[in-house]
């Protein structure tokens, strides 16, 4: 069975950085787009990044030029590097791809002095 697993999350002060990474098993990684969601309580689940086949990205207004999403296709990864955290930063984040339409469990990121 296919799927993804994100890693990478935990407590980070203000102005922290974190390194989120996804790894996809199966087939499923292959040139698909994958994309970064997060999700707030008491908020809707949106898009903070997504990377083409092609390694083409793009962001939410939010984070660009503080949150960088790269992959590695020969270790089925995704990354997601997070510098200058905010507490508006804290939610739950979910690797995702696009294709396949497959999540993974999520991890929790929080942003706390």
């Known amino acids: 069975q296919v799927q993804l697993v994100e890693s990478g999350g935990g407590l980070v002060q203000p102005g922290g950085s974190l390194r989120l990474s996804c790894v996809a098993s199966?087939?499923?990684?292959?040139?698909?787009?994958m994309g970064w969601y997060r999700q707030a309580p008491g908020k809707q689940r949106e898009l903070v990044a997504r990377i083409t086949g092609g390694s083409n990205t793009n962001y939410a207004d939010s984070v660009k030029g503080r949150f960088t999403v790269s992959r590695d296709g020969a270790k089925n990864m995704v990354y997601l590097q997070m510098n200058n955290l905010k507490p508006e930063d804290t939610a739950v984040y979910f690797c995702?791809?696009?294709?396949?339409?497959?999540w993974g469990q999520g991890t929790q990121v929080t942003v706390s002095s």
């Open positions: 995702h791809a696009q294709w396949d339409n497959i």
């Open positions: 199966g087939s499923i990684f292959s040139i698909q787009p």
